[in-house]
């Protein structure tokens, strides 16, 4: 018989639906039965006891809201009758480091096809970056990329011109162009023509509105991104562009790079516009050093390397009522197994860590990355609430109306991403990966600038989950897509790479899901597999302006 419900945590005093649930169904479940006093939606939960008014609600083990009123058992917990609350937290002596180490012996041998680097780190692409210091150069960035994508056969096929053409014949002809039916192209979103460069798997423009204005520190953190782009193993050189006179100066850059690498050799051409004079000559300068770029970039291509140069990022967005039961897990199971194989990975997203931020510090390996940790979370919570925020407005209202109707019962699901092996080290926006096993990177909540910080660190590959859907990806690591539902995989598999609401319908483990993700990375890292996002030139980049959002 399937499951119909789930209980999380041993401790927990409410209960999952798996499935539509109506009013007035007996539940049993463990020996218990629960009588439902209204219809309870897949992914929402339900009370197993009768909770007086301030009455903790617990999942996950940890606690995730405080009724806002009396609340009968076999009730839905909803924004009406639960308010945001979670666990005090504080600095302790204590490092909780031991975990079930899982048995990789599968893996060891394994190898995937990457580039390598002269500082020894693998790329998983071989990308060719054209950066703007500042929003005043993202006109000739443009101009750039009109020169050179279609000439060097980087240029995606516009499809939907063919339709456009369709609906102007119509018009014309007086037909009613609701009756015009789309075709999609068989090329579909794959580039269109063949490469000049065999070896570079594109050139990637990163447009953004930074560089000046604000304040300086947003100027600084902006070199730092970029020079995480630009030394960034997937990336084989850059043409900076510059005006001259912003708060992000080439000087500032430079020292961004330095830091992250200190023996920087890639090619790296940068031109300042004031210093050039005319915009003719500014763009045939940029446009001749990239096309020499792209020609030493050409000279590497796919060698074997360890499972253990695999750095992933871990990101959730569109999440749901399953998220933390099935794609989440699943994810943190491969997280655990990539630690085991020595690889690293990238836990992000501070606002979704509130309520585990005890598990998280006491899982540190040292007692200066758990205060820093702990300091980094009450700085954060501390600026959003000054400007009318805070962690407890984290869910959307598409998170909402899925079951996550609480920050904390969000965090303790998003968390899960992280598994369970110890946090070898805590990183503050932008800093770089520097110590294989799991780290934790200060970003915000928001899909695009979380995940734009993660590969800025170091991450080769991003893991996503996604209960509602999203088309989210990055100009220069694949994003592969997880469904926490079977019913979003089957509806969006345009955009969707992997199903893990194999787990909901009791078809897989969490186990067996999380080794099958290890092995469609391999097959990603290696070039083998293409993911949606990459097909689709999902380009999405956007820096993170510190205290503007969660």
């Known amino acids: 018989m399937k499951q119909i419900v789930l209980k999380v945590h041993p401790k927990d005093n409410v209960l999952v639906a798996l499935q539509d649930l109506a009013k007035g169904q007996t539940i049993p479940f463990n020996g218990s039965q629960y009588t439902l006093v209204e219809d309870i939606p897949a992914k929402h939960k339900f009370t197993t006891e009768s909770l007086p ?80 210091l500042v929003f005043c150069e993202n006109r000739n960035v443009e101009v750039m990329k009109e020169a050179l994508l279609e000439e060097l056969g980087y240029a995606r096929p516009k499809k939907y011109n063919d ?88 000087a500032m850059l430079q020292e961004e790079i330095a830091k992250r690498s200190p023996n920087f050799s890639k090619p790296l051409y940068i031109m300042e516009q004031q210093k050039v004079g005319r915009e003719t000559d500014l763009l045939t300068q940029a446009v001749k050093q990239t096309f020499a770029g792209l020609v030493e970039a050409d000279k590497f291509a796919r060698q074997p390397a360890p499972l253990s140069k695999i750095c992933i ?93 609480t920050d904390a019962i969000k965090s303790a699901g998003a968390a899960k991403k992280g598994g369970t092996s110890p946090v070898a080290d805590v990183l503050d926006y932008p800093e770089k990966v520097t110590k294989p096993g799991l780290n934790l990177l200060c970003t915000p909540g928001n899909d695009v600038e979380s995940t734009t910080a993660e590969v800025a660190s170091g991450a080769t590959v991003v893991l996503f989950t996604t209960g509602l859907g999203t088309p989210t990806g990055n100009p220069i690591a694949p994003v592969v897509k997880i469904a926490t ?66």
């Open 53 to 132: 008014m301030g009455g903790a609600v617990t999942m996950y083990g940890v606690l995730i809201g405080k009724a806002k009123e009396d609340i009968p058992v076999g009730a839905r917990i909803s924004t009406t009758n639960l308010r945001h609350a979670a666990e005090e937290y504080k600095l302790s002596d204590t490092r909780r480091t031991g975990w079930h180490v899982p048995d990789v012996s599968r893996w060891k041998q394994k190898t995937f096809m990457g580039y390598h680097r002269a500082d020894g780190s693998v790329g998983t692409g071989n990308y060719w970056l054209v950066v703007p």
């Open 163 to 250: 339709l456009t053409k369709q609906l102007i014949a119509a018009w014309q002809k007086g037909i009613n162009i609701d009756t015009v039916e789309f075709k999609e192209p068989a090329s579909g979103d794959v580039q269109a023509g063949r490469h000049l460069f065999k070896n570079v798997d594109g050139i990637k423009f990163l447009s953004h509105e930074g560089g000046c204005g604000g304040i300086r520190q947003d100027a600084q953190a902006l070199c730092g991104l970029l020079a995480g782009y630009i030394t960034h193993p997937n990336v084989a050189g850059a043409t900076v562009l510059s005006l001259g006179c912003q708060n992000a100066q080439v």
């Open 485 to 550: 539902n079977t019913t979003l995989y089957n509806k969006m598999q345009d955009i969707i790479d992997l199903n893990a609401g194999t787990i909901i319908e009791g078809e897989e483990t969490i186990e067996q899901c999380g080794e099958r993700i290890l092995d469609y990375i391999i097959k990603v890292a290696s070039g083998e597999t293409i993911v949606h996002a990459v097909r689709h030139g999902q380009d999405d980049f956007i820096p993170w302006k510190r205290g503007v959002s969660l």
């Open 313 to 405: 990022g871990l990101e959730c967005g569109g999440s749901d009522g399953f998220s933390g039961i099935s794609a989440n897990p699943a994810v943190g199971y491969t997280s655990d197994l990539l630690v085991a194989l020595g690889g690293s990975v990238i836990l992000s997203e501070f606002p979704e860590l509130c309520g585990v931020e005890q598990e998280m510090s006491d899982r540190c390996t040292t007692q200066d990355s758990a205060k820093k940790f702990i300091d980094l979370m009450r700085s954060y919570n501390a600026r959003a609430q000054a400007v009318g925020s805070g962690f407890d407005m984290n869910p959307s209202p598409g998170n909402i109306k899925d079951g996550l109707i």
